[in-house]
């Protein structure tokens, strides 16, 4: 059973695409540890795309951040790069496509998603970010 009170983790990563799998894996053993084992396999695909991209399209260094809060698990990457992200396509029309599909799986797969443009202590970039509510009994598939 999922605690009732809220936390949060980042994990700052430098532009590597290892970071992905340390992200995900992280990712899995912070949701493991807090009782959401249910949340596992969707977090992780959208901590892996959210991430994928940070390292795929800048330059700079990036950051998982994990919060969870009132029965709700965000999921963000900040990346250095202040453009705003691709809006995402529907799946169904990027699934045959080699590319372009992140953001839609993020959109498919989450209950909610956004980003927003950063500037804190001297850092520019963005932090885009989507959410998970807590599993519900008998639910087994969330990307309706």
Known sequence: MPEDTSWEYS?????????VTISRRTLRLILTMHGLIGLVDVAE??????IGNAVLHT?????LRVRWSA????????DADPEPPDAPARFAD??????????ALVRACSDLWGWQPL?????????????????????TNRAS
Do not use: H, M
Not at 11 to 19: E, K
Not at 71 to 78: E, K, Q, T, Y
């Open 11 to 19: 994990l700052y990563i430098p532009n590597d695409p290892r970071a």
């Open 45 to 50: 695909l959208l901590a892996a795309e959210l």
């Open 59 to 63: 330059k700079g260094p990036a950051a």
């Open 71 to 78: 029965g709700v698990l965000r999921i963000g990457a900040w």
């Open 94 to 103: 990027v699934a045959e496509d080699e590319n372009g599909r992140g953001l």
């Open 119 to 139: 500037s804190r202590f001297g850092n520019r970039g963005k932090y885009v970010w989507c959410e998970l509510g807590a599993p519900q009994p008998g639910v």
